[in-house]
């Protein structure tokens, strides 16, 4: 698309985002699918010229030949392919019907003088080469796109909480101020949540099942034509080759159960995600943490002053898109009237643009992150302006000491007012306990009190 066709598109992915949709085009765009049903389509020729009941032969340079079908699959072979869909070419009217049309195209294709032609999608039905064509471009677009930006948001993530892991800060809870955290540790916390959704991707992206089971799941074509030959196991070897489980008890449609689980596992990457973006959103708007101005670039069209979180904002608006969409895909491709409908077929082409969406927030969470730097000094002077906060570690220790009315002792002194050290140390002068223990009051400050914040860092794996 060029960049004026970008101007004329219904939907953003292929317009103010297409360069960033781009790495996803050879695994969601109808030319993809058309490539990934030749493969299946040749693929399981080949397989029925390796079974001894056929009379199909395939030498060497015929396999050569029509592999280079989807391996050297170009564009001029996907309109050819749409024209036997629409229009009709040769000797073949137009089929409607787009599986159908990537038969005629393969059959087309075949090498002069092959008798291959009434091998072409022997047996088989049109959900049988789409199921496989869409799980091989889901797989690969997961593989090769998606978890790769996700590990390296991650990575960030993890740079970011070695680096910062000893910069205290204060923690809110409630949108209140509470025990102090240091700013690395909170980052190890998304790092390890991502890390962990990520893997929930990848075991959800193995375990990625096909069927080939004709019509109805019952390989009744297969076994009226040759009943000797165990299809089952031809149907495992099949599937299992192209790098998918086997799926043995199916209608015509494959269930879909494992396309559900790996939606839903992108759904929990993308909820940490959207966790991620508003707590930087808030720590920016709270100045702990400044961004880098991008020179030229305009925050506000009134404000100059401004440089704005955009990049969280975006990814927060795709995060949320993206499993808008994941819901409904989930929910929809697990259900079939009866054998088979329709309906799921135009469901799963959107799969892509779910995959767009998360695609363009990973990349502009990845860039906001570059972005930010962690202020240091208002970190800490929130936390010396805040002393209350250590009212926690004063009762605790007091209650260590057998006092039990520390808690409501310090409440006293600490909730709704405006509290300075000198008010604690008035308070831990007049306290009935042990000289050392005074002294280990007195020594409590706010940006001191992280507890092991640091060294939970090194729970990173």
Not at 94 to 114: C, I, M, Q, W
Not at 239 to 255: A, M, R
Request: net charge negative.
């Amino acid at each position: 698309m060029t960049e004026t066709d970008a101007l004329y598109a219904v939907s953003p992915l292929d317009g103010r985002y297409d360069g960033r949709t781009a790495p996803l085009s050879p695994y969601a765009s109808e030319a993809a699918l058309m490539r990934a049903r030749v493969r299946v389509e040749v693929e399981y020729l080949i397989a029925l010229a390796d079974l001894e009941a056929t009379s199909l032969e395939l030498g060497l340079e015929a396999r050569e030949h029509l592999r280079g079908l989807y391996s050297h699959f170009a564009e001029e072979d996907a309109r050819l392919i749409k024209k036997l869909e629409t229009e009709g070419h040769a000797d073949f009217e137009a089929t409607n019907h787009d599986v159908k049309a990537v038969e005629y195209f393969v059959r087309h294709r075949l090498p002069e003088g092959s008798d291959a032609s009434a091998w072409i999608h022997f047996g088989l039905t049109s959900e049988d080469v789409n199921n496989l064509a869409h799980r091989l471009l889901v797989r690969d677009a997961v593989d090769e796109v998606l978890l790769p930006e996700l590990y390296a948001v991650r990575d960030t993530l993890a740079g970011m909480a070695r680096e910062h892991r000893d910069l205290p800060m204060l923690a809110r809870t409630h949108g209140q101020p509470a025990t102090p955290t240091t700013f690395g540790k909170e980052m190890a916390v998304y790092a390890s949540r991502l890390g962990r959704a990520t893997g929930r991707i990848r075991r959800a992206t193995d375990n990625l099942r096909g069927k080939l089971g004709s019509a109805s799941g019952t390989y009744a074509a297969h076994v009226a034509a040759y009943p000797t030959v165990d299809w089952q196991a031809f149907a495992r070897e099949f599937v299992e080759g192209l790098g998918l489980e086997f799926e043995p008890l199916t209608t015509q449609v494959n269930p879909c159960d494992d396309l559900a689980a790996l939606f839903d596992a992108f759904r929990g990457a993308n909820a940490v995600l959207l966790d991620l973006d508003l707590d930087v959103w808030l720590y920016v708007s709270d100045r702990y943490l400044g961004q880098e101005a991008v020179a030229g670039e305009t925050g506000s069209s009134t404000m100059p002053h401004k440089v704005n979180p955009i990049d969280f904002e975006n990814s927060e608006g795709n995060l949320s898109k993206a499993n808008s969409d994941l819901t409904f895909l989930a929910d929809y491709v697990t259900t079939s009237r009866l054998q088979r409908d329709l309906s799921d077929s135009t469901v799963k082409r959107n799969i892509g643009g779910a995959f767009a969406h998360c695609l363009i927030a990973y990349g502009k969470t990845a860039s906001g992150l570059s972005k930010v730097v962690p202020n240091e000094q208002v970190m800490r002077d929130d936390l010396e302006d805040t002393p209350e906060i250590i009212g926690e570690a004063v009762q605790t220790i007091l209650r260590r000491e057998g006092q039990e009315d520390a808690y409501e002792r310090v409440k006293a002194v600490t909730r709704g007012k405006d509290v300075t050290l000198e008010d604690f140390r008035e308070m831990f002068d007049e306290l009935e306990v042990d000289e050392d223990v005074r002294e280990e009051l007195h020594a409590l400050t706010p940006t001191g009190y992280t507890g092991v914040a640091s060294e939970l860092v090194d729970d990173l794996e």
